[in-house]
T-cell receptor, first 115, second 114 residues
Framework: AQSVTQPDIHITVSEGASLELRCNYS??????LFWYVQSPGQGLQLLLK??????LVQGIKGFEAEFKRSQSSFNLRKPSVHWSDAAEYFC?????????????FGAGTRLFVKA | KAGVTQTPRYLIKTRGQQVTLSCSPI?????VSWYQQTPGQGLQFLFE???????NKGNFPGRFSGRQFSNSRSEMNVSTLELGDSALYLC?????????????FGPGTRLLVL
């Protein structure tokens, strides 16, 4: 069965500083990998996804993520954080099963941005 | 294209009552999934419907049920509400086809059980 771990419950960075959010997954084959962002009281917005091909994926809002098979990781990065990036970030792994497609979400990392 | 819509956005119920939540997927999307989000348990998968059939199910009691209509709109029902059912219920839609499994989420319905 697939699983996903986000080791950091919360992270605080200064505005303008770089950001890296960690995500580790467990799955036997190449999974479908996603990063979502959730602002307070809102639904989840897709930032980026990886299905195959180039392991460095560009997303919206200046985010990127790199798939590293050897480390079973899919870390999210941003070179310069803005105050509006403060939110909760979810990594997710999806896979096809006999019954269809299943997506498992990590516990989330809450990002705080200092002025 | 309009996004995923969920109604109502907020709901207050009392223990023992039942509730029905509605989700309208993105036009053309045939798969609808439901999730429960709570501070303690995070995002937990409830079930997925594809072409009016339940294709996948999470580990929730039978009080939680759902259905999907021919226009892909979906409803989920919770009977005999408990205090622990208070949560944000999120609906997500996708095309439901191989290699097209990106889920797009609605804003959620926040349910408070008193």
């Amino acid at each position: 069965a697939q699983s996903v771990t986000q080791p950091d419950i919360h992270i605080t960075v200064s505005e303008g500083a770089s950001l890296e959010l960690r995500c580790n997954y467990s799955y036997g084959a190449t999974p479908y990998l996603f990063w979502y962002v959730q602002s307070p009281g809102q639904g989840l917005q897709l930032l980026l996804k990886y299905f195959s091909g180039d392991t460095l994926v560009q997303g919206i809002k200046g985010f990127e993520a790199e798939f590293k098979r050897s480390q079973s990781s899919f870390n999210l990065r941003k070179p310069s954080v803005h105050w509006s990036d403060a939110a909760e970030y979810f990594c997710a792994v999806g896979a096809f099963y006999t019954g269809g497609f299943k997506t498992i979400f990590g516990a989330g990392t809450r990002l705080f941005v200092k002025a | 294209k309009a996004g995923v819509t969920q109604t109502p956005r907020y709901l207050i119920k009392t223990r023992g009552q039942q509730v029905t939540l509605s989700c309208s997927p993105i036009s053309g999307h045939r798969s609808v999934s439901w999730y429960q989000q709570t501070p303690g348990q995070g995002l937990q998968f409830l079930f997925e419907y594809f072409s009016e059939t339940q294709r996948n199910k999470g580990n929730f009691p039978g009080r939680f049920s759902g259905r999907q209509f021919s226009n892909s709109r979906s409803e989920m029902n919770v009977s005999t509400l408990e205090l622990g059912d208070s949560a944000l219920y999120l609906c997500a839609s996708s095309l439901g086809l191989a290699d097209q499994e990106t889920q797009y989420f609605g804003p959620g319905t926040r349910l408070l059980v008193l």
